[in-house]
């Protein structure tokens, strides 16, 4: 086993002096002085094996050469804002004490934080959650109905809440969806969310509405449009019924759109499009959530997974 060479004491002085002045100063847990002090010996470690300058004469240029050595070791992009956070502190100090004339990470950006995937539920799950609501009832048709339409659309739950009757067209099997920005898309619903429309708008909404003149699709037993809080509320308890556990969101059903749309070798720009994304990134992360999915299928069932 190898150990890393020790230490210069010139090195070890300037790193406890300034985590000394640091507990003086913040009076910070041990735990967070400890943290500060690895990043500074690791960063200090690096310089005197690569043949550099000790810590109080690195350059921009050797800050930056660390945070890619530490990438390239597999180092995520929100360790290494840590790093680079520890890193400000201690030049911001020696910048006030004068022991260094300019502060090598001034001009250095903190990494982004990595994205979260967002979760999306199986094709399996999917099913049965939509299975979930009581057909026998009114609000289980309409409930039915609309993750139906929810899970075809891959519309946010904002939109769909405030779908109105006008913008949708049962001859077509589309719905004119007005998203962020008051920008308009056209989206089709696919078979079977049409036909669960279909019923809905004929024999549900009617029930509901008892004459009255809202103007929103999906209505409540007062006759008025459904908040997105309400519905949001209705796909948790339906999902608990369903026994899916994982963690979910009110966008958990696009998440899943788009990721069954990837997964059966749908266009990312067609995605994008019946997603109303603006920027074509914003939709590339499905393309890692069914990656995933799909290196996790071949592990579980390739005999040399």
Known sequence: MTTDPPLPDTEQDVITAFLDALWMERGLADNTLSAYGNDLRGFAGWLATDGRSGLLGADRADVMAYLAARVSMGSSRRSSAR????????????????????DPTARVESPKADRPLPEALTEAEVERLLNTPDAASLIGQRDRCMLEVLYATGLRVSELVHLRMDQVNRQQGVVRVTGKGGKERLVPLGESALDALSDYLQTVRPHLARGARDAAVFITRR???????????????????????????????????????????????????????????????????????????????????
């Open 223 to 305: 006759g008025v449009g459904m908040t997105r809080q309400a519905f949001w509320y209705r796909i948790r308890d339906h999902a608990r019924t369903a026994g899916i556990t994982k963690p979910l969101s009110p966008h958990t059903l696009r998440h899943s759109f788009a990721t069954h749309l990837l997964n059966h070798g749908a266009d990312l720009r067609v995605v994008q499009l019946l997603l109303g994304h603006t920027d074509l990134s914003t939709t590339q992360v499905y393309t890692h959530v069914a990656r995933a999915r799909l290196q996790a299928l071949h592990a579980e069932h390739h005999p040399r997974g």
């Open 83 to 102: 790093l680079l956070s520890s890193l400000r502190r201690f030049y911001r100090y020696q910048l006030r004490q004068g022991a260094i004339p300019v």
